[in-house]
């Protein structure tokens, strides 16, 4: 799509090629048409960008990945957050009155949602090439936009809504009167995390691609705690004894690797795309980690790894100690499984498959991003 921002430029490249025996009528009638000629079929099939409003901002630049998180705290359920992050298409992430107007369109199945979808990328594509109309837009229909602040804040304790953490994927966040918005809704592939209570969800995808590997479920210290994956055949057991079961089996444990080593190489790509400059160090710190990880999934009890603490942050090292699935358990809690058991999303149940804590493997992790840190400064 041609960048809204540069609409105005557009408007003064084709008027000069008007003849001067054309007059000023020409050129208004340029400026008419332009909204047709920018806002194709092409524009209005994707979501709604505000990308023209950031000219001359600071925007990803020459990164292949976006490195900036955003966050927007919205009153939904946890049965809808976990439906939303595994992508299904029936749940939008909106204002209120969108969403009514979403749940009306409903009623026409797949076409009317689409038709509501391209209506107002059309409205809000239209508004960017017209002088003066993206903030009139805003001031008649708030409720096309999402306010957004810039880092990924922390829920409160006492916070009922979830926080969702955003990366402007496709550049299409934008600012109005000097704050920064998404227009109409969110896309799953733009969150990052989402933070409900003391859980999050933790979106881990290729870095450069930005395709789904995997939705973690973890503590509020990014501690794994599992993984959630569609069951066509019905909703997974989701009694403890089966899912202590699943933690014990080679393929999970294999999972939770997984799971680490895409964390690592998400962290090396935000550091080399922050810091090119330090390139071997940080490919070597990357392999290091990576190799040290691999090591410990087949020689968890080498003396080599004693030195990792295998306790939560701030625990005391004498006294008694909660076990790892006690502690897992206590995290989870009877809400995340009740809002799991409502949860489905493409015409399949979503389950959950459990990964036992392991504070002495998360503690290698965390010594990684911390030395990535000072290595990329």
Known sequence: MVCGGLASILALVLASSVRADEGIGAVLNLNDSLPQA???????????????????RAARGSTLIPLQ???????????????????????????????????????RGDEGLESLKRKISLEVCTAQVTPGKIQSLLDHKPDLFLPLQVGATAPKAEE???????????????????????????????????????????????????????????????????FLYLSPEGAAPAAWPALLAQ?????????????????????????????????????????????????????????????YSDRPTGAKKAGPRESPDAEAKRLLGADFFEALSRAQARGSHVAFSYFRPDRRLHAIFTEYLKRLATTAQ
């Open 38 to 56: 920018v806002c194709d079929q092409a524009a209005v099939s994707r979501a709604p960008t505000l990308e023209s409003t950031r000219l001359g």
């Open 69 to 107: 998180d955003y966050s927007v705290k919205l009153e939904v359920g946890e049965s809808q957050v976990i439906r939303f992050v595994m992508e299904d298409p029936g749940i939008l992430l909106a204002q209120p009155r969108l969403l009514d107007l979403w749940e009306a369109a409903r009623g």
């Open 160 to 226: 009922s809504a979830a926080r969702f953490v955003l990366r402007d994927v496709e550049e299409r966040y934008g600012v109005v009167r000097g704050k920064w918005w998404v227009a109409g809704w969110v896309e799953p592939f733009e969150v990052r995390e989402v933070r409900v209570g003391r859980r999050s969800y933790r979106r881990l995808a290729q870095p450069i691609t930005n395709q789904l590997r995997l939705i973690q479920v973890q503590d509020g210290e990014g501690l794994p705690l599992g």
């Open 247 to 307: 933690a014990d089996s080679p393929a999970n444990r294999r999972k939770r690797i997984e799971a680490y080593l895409l964390q690592v190489e998400e962290a090396a790509y935000e550091a080399l795309a922050r810091s090119p400059a330090k390139t071997e160090g940080i490919r070597d710190l990357q392999e290091f980690y990576k190799s040290l990880l691999n090591a410990y999934q087949i020689y968890p009890d080498d003396p080599r790894f004693a030195g």
